[in-house]
């Protein structure tokens, strides 16, 4: 008897411990992206944005390799391929923007200003997919919107271009993110990954080359440690979401900005600006919100399916009266 329940009681992981290990990984998910900024302030404006960008992504395609089999699986239509250029297309402008931005304002802004993606998406859900939103989320989004305000400070101090690169590399990355949430639904995840990989350097050589200047082994060297931790950042990531609930892993999300401020000053001897660190905050605390409130409703959403006597159709009646209407991404 005992013998048989002891590798019972081993397979099945403790609650708690699938939550440390979600809030782990996600903190090892921040130093991979705080590491990330680092790597590509070091480079600096040595290398213009668009041709820094292009490196990245062509010392980056290592990690491609694995991605093959799925790859040779899939079956290409026309829409795919136009979606998939398209999420190229944008996700390269995100990037140039956000390779500028690194080398005119400090790490934490550029950190700070990053969170704005997710209510980006939103907003482009409602108005792109047609998704509905609750006043509640509204609240939410509009809060974010006032932390990026403090932030930035418009007339109480003269605006970098690289605040401006940052809100365009944020709308940029929220367009990309509708289109993979399209992809998403009709390929496999490691084939959304390896066209958005291919197509990105693809785009900007044009670019780069325009703009190229000759390259040192120490700048090559540094893009490829952000090749690395950018990759090994979306692997951590998705370890974390996969043993730990979003309510876990969302708020872990601050301590990026910590980090990356205390980066910026010990490093870089970037001065520390309580506006950007009370500004972020406001933006986490309504990404937090947002994250949790789609969780519990995709919740009630489960429940209600999986009720006896609902069903498919109790769920789609109360997605009618509001039980999930404020749910993106279903």
């Known amino acids: 008897m005992s013998g048989s329940s002891e590798p019972t009681s081993r397979a099945v992981p403790r609650p708690g411990t699938q939550t440390i290990a979600g809030v782990v990984w996600m903190i090892v998910t921040g130093l991979c992206f705080v590491a990330v900024t680092a ?13 820094a960008a292009f490196l990245r992504y062509a010392l980056g395609a290592v990690f491609l390799l694995p991605m093959i089999p799925a790859l040779r699986a899939a079956h290409f239509t026309p829409r795919i391929l136009k979606l998939s250029g398209l999420r190229g297309l944008v996700h390269a402008l995100g990037v140039i923007c956000w390779f500028y931005a690194m ?9 700070a200003m990053n969170y704005l993606n997710p209510v980006y998406v939103t907003v482009l859900a409602v108005l792109v997919l047609g998704e509905r939103i609750s006043v509640r989320r509204a609240m939410a989004i509009a809060f974010a919107l006032a932390g990026a305000m403090v932030i930035l400070r418009p007339g109480f101090r ?9 809100l365009f590399t944020a709308g940029f990355f929220a367009v990309g993110y509708i289109v993979t949430k399209i992809l998403a639904d009709e390929v496999p995840a490691a084939v959304v990954v390896f066209l958005l990989s291919v197509t990105v350097p693809v785009l900007l050589s044009p670019i780069a080359f325009v703009v190229w200047v000759p390259v040192g082994w120490e700048d090559l060297g540094w893009l490829f440690v952000t090749a690395v931790f950018a990759t090994a950042g979306h692997f951590t990531m998705t370890l974390a979401f996969r043993v730990a609930p979003l309510t876990v892993t969302q708020p872990v999300t601050f301590l990026q900005l910590v980090w990356a401020t205390l980066l910026g000053a010990l490093v870089f001897a970037e001065p520390v600006d309580l506006f950007v660190v009370i500004g972020g905050a406001m933006i986490i605390a309504s990404v937090s919100y947002i994250a949790l409130r789609e969780a519990q409703l995709r919740r009630r959403v489960d429940a209600a399916g999986s009720t006896p006597g609902y069903g498919a159709a109790g769920a789609a009646h109360a997605r009618e009266q509001g039980d999930v209407r404020d749910t993106p991404g279903n």
């Open 103 to 111: 080398t005119r304002i400090p790490i934490a802004e550029v950190t």
């Open 158 to 166: 003269d605006l970098d271009p690289g605040h401006i690169a940052m």
């Open 39 to 51: 790597s590509v302030k070091m480079v600096g404006d040595d290398v213009p944005a668009a041709q």
